[in-house]
Nanobody, 121 residues
Framework: QVQLVESGGGLVQAGGSLRLSCAAS????????MRWYCQAPGKQRELVAA???????NYADSVKGRFTISRDYAKNTVHLQMNSLKPEDTAVYYC???????????????WGQGTQVTVSS
């Protein structure tokens, strides 16, 4: 079993910054891609940023130049540095990861419980 735990959300004024973290733990053999999604009230969950096992990244157009995704491979952790925050960034942010578990073939996708980010104007 694998668990993802997010941290770092909170309330910030427009133009401010937050750094989200997501730590994976459990019976992990390796982790492929790790991603951040957001879900605003009444909207579908959407991809914000992703980082592959090799470090390649991609971003939603709405966050390019403002958000940076990074990984700490030794700690099975992914971060999302969020700068120049806007009220429209307000959402619950979720991480997920494609994990190969010890003793199992293939990989499974796990989700964290989410962390609230609120940006006031």
């Amino acid at each position: 079993q694998v668990q993802l735990v997010e941290s770092g959300g909170g309330l910030v004024q427009a133009g401010g910054s937050l750094r989200l973290s997501c730590a994976a733990s459990g019976s992990i053999s390796s982790i492929n891609a790790m991603r951040w999604y957001c879900q605003a009230p009444g909207k579908q969950r959407e991809l914000v940023a992703a980082i592959s096992s090799s470090g390649s990244t991609n971003y939603a157009d709405s966050v390019k130049g403002r958000f940076t995704i990074s990984r700490d491979y030794a700690k099975n952790t992914v971060h999302l540095q969020m700068n120049s925050l806007k009220p429209e960034d307000t959402a619950v942010y979720y991480c997920n990861a494609d994990v190969s578990e010890v003793g199992l073939i293939g990989s499974s996708r796990y989700w964290g419980q989410g962390t609230q980010v609120t940006v006031s104007s």
